[in-house]
Every structure is written in structure tokens, then in C-alpha cells.
């Protein structure tokens, strides 16, 4: 009603022939038919993102993933450390290179989750 109100207003002084009840039924036509066509795109938005999703969680169906749920937490952590040392590494060392980008992954960083990162003891 707020919107209705202000294109009305609008409506009334950029045409002042039109009078205040012909502007505010214009404008609350204007209104509905905008959210007509705003729910039109909310729908083709939801398809697509729908479909998009449906597309991406293909992909990453596709990509191996290791049972870890009877992998020890120790090991685990052990992983996820080096992993994340690995990370940062790269990133100090990138900033040390000129023209080196670190937006990219290194090949080294991804370590498979079915060799251990640090050999147990």
C-alpha cells in the first residue's frame, strides 16, 4: 500500500489532470501487475536454480568419496592438519611470487583422504 501511495502521489503531480482516485486506481494497477510478473520470475529463478543444483550435485556425485566413519579421530585430525598446513603454505609462498595467483588450488594440497597425512608412530 506504501508503493500505491507514493506512485499515486507521483502519478498525481507528474499529471495533475489525471486527479488523485484515477492516479491511486492506476497505480494500484501498476502494483498488481508488477507482482504478476515479479512471481512469474520467482518461479523461473526457482526452475533454474532447481536445475542448476540438480546439475551440481552430479558433479560432485561423481568425485570419489572414502568411507571415513570408521577411520580413528586421530587420524582424522591428523589429515585435516596437514591439509590446512599445506593450505596456508601455499598461500605464504604465493604471496612471495610475483604474478602468482592464489585463487587457483594447488595440485599438491589436495591429499587423498585414504593415505594418512603424517605416518603414525
Known amino acids: 500500500k506504501e508503493t500505491t501511495l507514493y506512485a499515486s502521489k507521483q502519478l498525481t503531480a507528474a499529471f495533475p489532470a489525471l486527479g488523485p482516485a484515477a492516479a491511486h486506481e492506476l497505480s494500484d494497477k501498476f502494483e498488481k501487475a508488477l507482482g504478476v ?4 520470475l520467482r518461479g523461473q529463478l526457482k526452475e533454474s536454480l532447481d536445475t542448476e543444483m ?9 568425485f570419489p568419496v ?7 579421530s586421530d587420524t582424522l585430525t591428523r589429515r585435516f592438519l596437514h591439509s590446512l598446513t599445506l593450505l596456508i603454505d601455499y598461500h605464504l609462498l604465493a604471496e612471495d611470487v610475483p604474478g602468482a595467483s592464489v585463487s587457483a588450488t594447488p ?13 603414525s608412530n
Do not use: C, G, I, Y
Not at 37 to 40: N, R, S, V
Not at 66 to 72: A, G, M, Q, R
Not at 107 to 119: E, G, H, K, L
Open 54 to 62: 540438480s546439475r551440481f550435485r552430479a558433479v560432485l556425485e561423481k
Open 66 to 72: 572414502t568411507d571415513v566413519s570408521t577411520t580413528d
Open 107 to 119: 595440485s599438491d594440497a589436495a591429499m587423498p583422504v585414504s593415505t594418512p597425512a603424517v605416518p
Open 37 to 40: 510478473e515479479a512471481e512469474k
